[in-house]
């Protein structure tokens, strides 16, 4: 039986309403553990398919290479997947430490680092592949009004891998929205009511 959030166990001692915080809060680490990982291997794979992608064609007996390195829209997805990738890794390792250990976060500046990183990395994520499919499009349908043409026709291949590469990019993107969401509210949740103060503070 239990009245506001205070049970009583077999022995008479009252239960903490802290207990349903760090259910809440294991939930929700469980969750960011999955994107995290999620975001390390399609990052990863982003930057790989775009950073080994070329094709070398010939035009008028000049053998022209294209690669990633052409296009600096590219060169941008290629870091911004890369990045996101190594920071999700380190925040992977941050997850399964906290744990096995079963500490739940109450460090108002560990979660105020932890959002502020996860909100860089939401932006920077989500700007490279936003440039990267602009600079596609113009790739793959041309612009007749500056009579640029229509380079996937010439480099089929080339622009396929990309294709792909740019999908990977997309999920890593708005898997570091929800990230972003997630770390919002594990910060903010601690300017709440319920902060379970008798839990260690440090994770």
């Not at 939401?122 to 499919?133: D, L, N, R, S």
């Amino acid at each position: 039986m239990s009245y506001l959030g205070v049970g009583i166990s077999p022995g008479n001692v009252p239960v903490s309403h802290s207990i349903n915080v760090k259910v809440v809060d294991r939930r929700v680490r469980v969750a960011e553990l999955v994107l995290r990982c999620v975001i390390c291997g399609l990052g990863v794979l982003a930057a790989v398919l775009v950073g080994t992608d070329s094709q070398v064609r010939e035009i008028f007996s000049i053998r022209k290479k294209a690669k990633y390195t052409d296009m600096k829209a590219l060169v941008f997805l290629v870091i911004a997947n890369g990045a996101a990738a190594a920071y999700s890794l380190m925040q992977v390792l941050r997850c399964v430490v906290s744990m096995i250990r079963g500490h739940v976060l109450f460090s108002k500046p560990l979660a105020w680092a932890i959002f502020s990183g996860d909100q860089v990395m939401a932006y920077v994520t989500v700007a490279a592949v936003a440039a990267t499919a602009q600079s596609a499009v113009i790739s793959k349908l041309g612009q007749p009004e500056l009579q640029w043409m229509k380079i996937c026709n010439m480099y089929g291949k080339y622009c396929n891998q990309i294709g792909e590469g740019i999908a990977s990019a997309l999920l890593v993107s708005l898997s570091m929205v929800a990230i972003s969401c997630m770390s919002a509210f594990s910060l903010f949740r601690l300017y709440g009511g319920n902060k379970g103060k008798g839990s260690p503070r440090w994770w």
